[in-house]
């Protein structure tokens, strides 16, 4: 027992060999966010670190977009105010949902969802973390 500190705490992502399945947030009623009506600060998502995943329901729903970052009340403020995200909101409405996750894991859950959703905005906004050059860590998507 004295020498438990020692261990190394096994990833919650490798235990099983498919994709962790991820409690992404919904509202009160149990629907995904609808990105414009979504106010960060008052969800408590300020100073929180996760990824967050957007994307638009239509004819032809699409992901437009998935990152990385510190603060998921700054990031997802900035997106909703992206002029390159509010053009989607004519194809159907954009909805958001975030899961938080330790720093060491977020780059490559980001990079997992990117290389498999093929979002339609591949750029990195200033507030996400560049996660291309990280090892995907395997995730179920919002769903």
Same mark, same amino acid.
């Given at each position: 027992?004295?020498?438990? /500190?020692?261990?190394? $705490?096994?990833? %919650? /992502?490798?235990?099983?060999? =498919?994709?962790?399945?991820?409690?992404?947030?919904?509202? +009160?009623?149990?629907?995904?966010? !609808?990105?414009?009506?979504? =106010?960060?600060?008052?969800?408590?998502?300020?100073?929180?670190?996760?990824?967050?995943?957007?994307? =638009? !329901?239509?004819?032809?729903? *699409?992901?437009?977009?998935?990152?990385?970052?510190?603060?998921?009340? +700054?990031?997802?403020?900035?997106?909703?105010?992206?002029? +390159?995200?509010?053009?989607? $909101? @004519?194809?159907?409405?954009?909805?958001?949902?975030?899961?938080? /996750?330790?720093? +060491?894991? !977020?780059?490559?859950?980001? @990079?997992?969802? !990117?290389?498999?959703?093929?979002? $339609?905005?591949?750029?990195? /906004?200033?507030?996400? *973390?560049?996660?291309?050059?990280?090892?995907?860590?395997?995730?179920?998507? %919002?769903?």
């Amino acid at each position: 027992m004295f020498l438990q /500190f020692w261990k190394k $705490e096994p990833s %919650p /992502f490798t235990s099983s060999g =498919h994709p962790a399945d991820v409690p992404w947030q919904r509202d +009160e009623r149990g629907y995904f966010h !609808r990105l414009l009506r979504l =106010h960060p600060a008052e969800v408590g998502l300020s100073g929180i670190g996760g990824v967050y995943v957007m994307w =638009h !329901r239509g004819v032809r729903p *699409k992901w437009i977009y998935v990152g990385a970052t510190d603060d998921l009340g +700054e990031a997802i403020g900035q997106a909703r105010d992206t002029q +390159e995200v509010i053009a989607f $909101e @004519a194809y159907g409405s954009i909805y958001v949902t975030w899961a938080p /996750f330790k720093a +060491e894991f !977020r780059k490559g859950v980001a @990079a997992y969802l !990117r290389n498999s959703l093929k979002p $339609e905005i591949d750029a990195v /906004f200033a507030t996400d *973390k560049v996660v291309s050059e990280s090892a995907p860590i395997a995730v179920q998507p %919002p769903g």
